[in-house]
């Protein structure tokens, strides 16, 4: 079947963006993840809050969600919007390492050892770490936190498939990960050169047949539509290989060119991305490729197969989502270790300094890193619960609402119901009564639709 004959079906399930100004006016601007945002933290958030965030999130008795960032990469891809740290030798972590020892020592002191770590995700640029690393990591969190052996947990961790093999992948798995998100953006070498990022297709094929050899839980696989010289008919071949691998999950991100703000940005000519239409088509042919072959749509950039635990948690209206995205398990609190990396403790939302000297230099000091932060009112948190039934179940019962905080929902949320009504009229949502329902196409644009609830966001 061709793009064009696809475009032109309307296939079952996921609705196709017939409308190029809907992108225009809700497709662009940074991606809308949770409440509060990090933007809404503020300076001045101490140690001693952090340590009392960390004494309410201990009396909740809520699992735990750990991540951990690693920044160190050695590539240098030319649409790179991350904060990272370049290196070519993996010697070069081995003093993050120990900061990061420093950190979970520090927290682990305020925090109840006996609490389940019942998910816990590496993100950024994991796979620059030589195996002899991950183990140490991992030894040093079991050390200080307790990991969990539970065959329920979700472990999860980024892998770049040009900094793995079927070495790494087994090496994981001995580890504890049951989980992996494979980035692999494109398969044409055209789009991949454009980008400065070669990765033989072989490549994602080893490791993508050796995860499901491995028995690893839930493979997903990452892709990037918008970047220098795709097509709907290059796309279209891409997805078709990367369907025909068979993946449990797949993110479909759109890449936003800002080279005025990400530096590596510089080395991608705008007269090289595809103009409007071929976005348009792009993305529509993508989306009826991963109807036809029974992905389920879950919201923003996100699909899974039916019997994903994602998407059987959404049939359920029992998905949630925390600071690592979509998620399967019972809301719980998020911790997150290394640069950058934001936790929600009890009432409270944090972030770690941004900058590496910056994180060391507090730790070297003895101190929890904690740069900034938010405790969270009462208005906070039914905003936070508003947002993520938006984005989980797709719509939003004001009454249930209401009734779980004590109040006239509607009347208390008057002003984002008010600046919904554009999004009505585009035909994103529908308002029925005291419900809310997000349209199928409203569903790609879930984290516009959810951000007008935002009192914080300037
Ligand atoms: S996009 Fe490329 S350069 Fe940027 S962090 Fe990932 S691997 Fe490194």
Sequence with gaps: MTARAIIDDHPQGIALIRDAGLLRRYGSGSRYASYPTAESLTTGFSDTELATALAHSNASGRDLSVYMHLPFCRQNCHHCANSRITASNPRRVEPYISRLDREMVL???HLDSKREISQLHWGGTPTFLTLGQMSDLIDRLDARFGLSNSRHRDYSI???PREADVF??????ALGFNRLSLSVLEL???????INRYQPQVLTEQLVDEAHRLGFHSLGLEL???LPGQTRESFAETLEQVIAMAPARLS???YTHQPERFTAQRRIRAEDLPQADEQLAILNTALAMLADAGYVHIGMEVFARPEDPLAIAQARGKLSRCLNGYSAFPPCDHLGLGVGALSRLGDSVTRNPMTLGEYEARLD???LPVERGLRLTDDDHLRARAIERLMCDMCLDLTTLGQEFGLDAGRHLGDALARLAPAERDGLVRRREQRIEVTPT????IHRLAAVFDARAG
């Design 107 to 109: 927290v682990s002191r």
């Design 158 to 160: 980024k892998i770049d």
């Design 168 to 173: 790494t992948l087994r090496h994981l798995q």
């Design 188 to 194: 044409d070498p055209r789009v991949q050169r454009a």
């Design 224 to 226: 990037m539509h918008g």
């Design 252 to 254: 479909l991100f759109h």
């Design 365 to 367: 000091a003895g101190r």
């Design 442 to 445: 409203g569903r790609l644009l």
